[in-house]
């Protein structure tokens, strides 16, 4: 029962590297999420996926692009890391709301700092 | 995008019943109250949700009056393990809208 499962768990990069956190879940859910959430702040969305091929914007989504190419996975990338970055990133899914809303399924955390 | 407004922080004993309150005064017709709850270095775990009157789980209770412009989310009982922060959100995610989470209520149960 393995739900969101992310991938690096932690990371330490250095100004203007990139990288990429992977995303997967097992659960068939259409929606997918990115969240980052500072210290002491609450979470923010970065970008999210209704379905395969099929992604938007949330609040604060430059420095990072997603894609979606299968229902499973959702990866984030970071193409040139800022100290701005530096921040715990959460993945999420949920199934398709329909008339009412799901609950989001949070994986583990992707602990990033950039140097 | 409906916007929450909840407390920053609660204390309570052990034992006591914990009822957060959360303003959402500009809810639409077909927005969800949900509530999270978040442990440290843990991703956020869902609680409770509703759309109007009473709802219960083995967790806690949403009561939302008829107006649905507030919510308070009720924990019986509460133990030193329900220490964390209490997140409350609005919004309708099958309109293909997504959810904003704000700070939260950082609730500290003492013994």
């Known amino acids: 029962n393995a739900g969101v499962t992310q991938t690096p768990k932690f990371r330490i990069l250095k100004i203007g590297q990139s990288m990429t956190l992977q995303c997967t879940q097992d659960m068939n859910h259409n929606y997918m999420y990115w969240y980052r959430q500072d210290p002491g702040m609450g979470l923010k969305l970065i970008y999210y996926s209704v379905g395969a091929g099929i992604t938007d914007k949330g609040e604060v989504p430059n420095g990072y692009n997603v894609s979606r190419s299968t229902t499973e996975d959702f990866p984030l990338r970071l193409e040139l890391a800022a100290p701005s970055q530096t921040s715990v990133y959460f993945c999420?899914?949920?199934?398709?709301?329909?008339?009412?809303?799901?609950?989001?399924?949070f994986g583990d955390g992707t602990r990033l700092s950039i140097l | 995008l409906a916007k929450t407004t909840q407390p920053i922080s609660m204390d309570s004993y052990e034992g006591q019943e914990v009822n957060i309150t959360c303003s959402h005064n500009?809810?639409?017709?077909?927005?969800?109250i949900t509530w999270y709850q978040q442990f440290p270095s843990q991703g956020p775990r869902f609680i409770i949700q509703?759309?109007?009157t009473k709802v219960t789980n083995e967790v806690a209770s949403l009561f939302i009056p008829a107006d649905r412009k507030s919510s308070t989310l009720s924990l019986p009982r509460v133990s030193l393990s329900d220490t964390a922060v209490y997140y409350c959100l609005v919004g309708d995610i099958g309109a293909g809208t997504a959810l904003i989470f704000g700070k939260g209520t950082t609730l500290s149960v003492s013994s």
């Open positions: 509703g759309y109007k």
């Open positions: 999420a899914s949920s199934s398709h709301a329909g008339v009412s809303n799901q609950p989001q399924h």
């Open positions: 500009n809810i639409a017709t077909n927005d969800y």
